[in-house]
Nanobody, 126 residues
Framework: QVQLVESGGGLVQAGGSLRLSCAAS????????IGWFRQAPGKEREFVAAISVNGNKAYYTDYVKGRFTISRDNAKNTVYLQMNNLILEDTAAYYC???????????????????WGQGTQVTVSS
């Protein structure tokens, strides 16, 4: 069992930055890849970014490439999502999720994340 708790959301002006954190606990957390997803009102949940177990591999959706950076500190069991140059379309509830890492650089497909946090709201204003 893996428990995930997101934090760091809030209200920010367009062009600003936020850093989200995903604190993980439970057995063998270091065996899981972590992904960030988001869901805006009236829209389906979408993939944002993911990072492998060892942190050496990351993957981003095209919408956030060059603006968002995912990283992890396994000693602290925490994954971060640094979000820069935020735009109005980034407004959403952001969720982190854990998917079992078959090997150290594995990133699961988007439908293979088994544990989810409760989410943190990010609101970008003009």
């Amino acid at each position: 069992q893996v428990q995930l708790v997101e934090s760091g959301g809030g209200l920010v002006q367009a062009g600003g930055s936020l850093r989200l954190s995903c604190a993980a606990s439970g057995r063998t957390v270091s065996s899981y890849a972590i992904g960030w997803f988001r869901q805006a009102p009236g829209k389906e949940r979408e993939f944002v970014a993911a990072i492998s177990v060892n942190g050496n591999k990351a993957y981003y959706t095209d919408y956030v490439k060059g603006r968002f950076t995912i990283s992890r500190d396994n000693a602290k069991n925490t994954v971060y999502l640094q979000m820069n140059n935020l735009i109005l379309e980034d407004t959403a509830a952001y969720y982190c999720a854990a998917g079992y890492g078959r090997f150290s650089t594995y990133i699961p497909p988007t439908n293979d994340y088994n544990y989810w946090g409760q989410g943190t709201q990010v609101t970008v204003s003009s």
